[in-house]
């Protein structure tokens, strides 16, 4: 079972900032690897699949890196709306493990 | 437009057996993976498997393999996430969504989440 490793847990910005999460898997896995974002009381939503494309509706700002046991998730020019939880989740090896989740607070 | 819509929220006591529902519209039904992701209460996501409704092909997460059946009816463009022997330990928020055409695609379209309470 491949496990996913989110660093950092939770991180403070303020709008306008830049914010870069990383997901390390435990072995390599291409470029088998979505980003989702969870607001609180909400269900996910896709940012992004094979670590770099975006999900369609998805604003630019978001943008995805990386492959074998690397990703990142950067945000730019951070809005109010997104301050959430960000997960990363492998993609097309079952179990499909989420990782433990960043929560990008104010 | 691609709608999915989860049953809503049960009550059960330990030892009870429940099932849920993921109702999916606006797109081929049987065309498509379905996962199951479950979130305990201030937790993070775990998936906990996923089933193809054209053949009802199922993958489980291990931890999760013999203590939930996940199946599908395709007639009514339907999945159920079902619980024999409830514990506590399944108090959580159950969430389904699509999980593309090809087997671990990326989850694009979510249910609302159905709220499961498991107490004496």
């Known amino acids: 079972e491949i496990h996913m490793t989110q660093s950092p847990t939770s991180l403070s910005a303020s709008v306008g900032d830049s914010v870069t999460i990383t997901c390390r898997a435990s072995q390599s896995i291409s470029i088998y690897l979505n980003w989702y974002q969870q607001q609180p009381g909400k269900a996910p939503k896709l940012l992004i699949y094979?670590?770099?494309t975006l999900q369609t509706g998805v604003p630019s700002r978001f943008s995805g890196r990386g492959s074998r046991t690397e990703f990142t998730l950067t945000i730019v020019n951070l809005q109010p709306e997104d301050f959430a939880t960000y997960y990363c989740?492998?993609?097309?090896?079952?179990?499909?493990?989420f990782g433990q989740g960043t929560k990008v607070e104010i | 437009e691609v709608q999915v819509v989860q049953s809503g929220a049960a009550v059960k006591k330990p030892g009870e057996s429940l099932r849920i529902s993921c109702k999916a519209s606006g797109y081929t039904f049987s065309n498509y993976w379905i996962g199951w992701v479950r979130q305990m209460p201030g937790k993070g996501l775990e998936w906990m498997g996923i089933?193809?409704?054209?053949?009802?092909?199922?993958r489980y997460k291990p931890s999760f393999e013999g203590q939930v059946t996940i199946s599908a009816d395709k007639s009514i463009s339907t999945v159920y996430l079902q619980w024999s022997d409830l514990k506590a330990s399944d108090t959580a928020m159950y969430y389904c969504?699509?999980?593309?055409?090809?087997?671990?695609?990326?989850?694009?379209?979510w249910g609302q989440g159905t709220l499961v309470t498991v107490s004496s």
């Open positions: 089933i193809y409704p054209d053949d009802s092909q199922t």
């Open positions: 094979e670590a770099s």
């Open positions: 989740q492998l993609a097309y090896i079952t179990p499909y493990n």
């Open positions: 969504a699509r999980q593309g055409e090809t087997e671990g695609g990326p989850a694009d379209f």
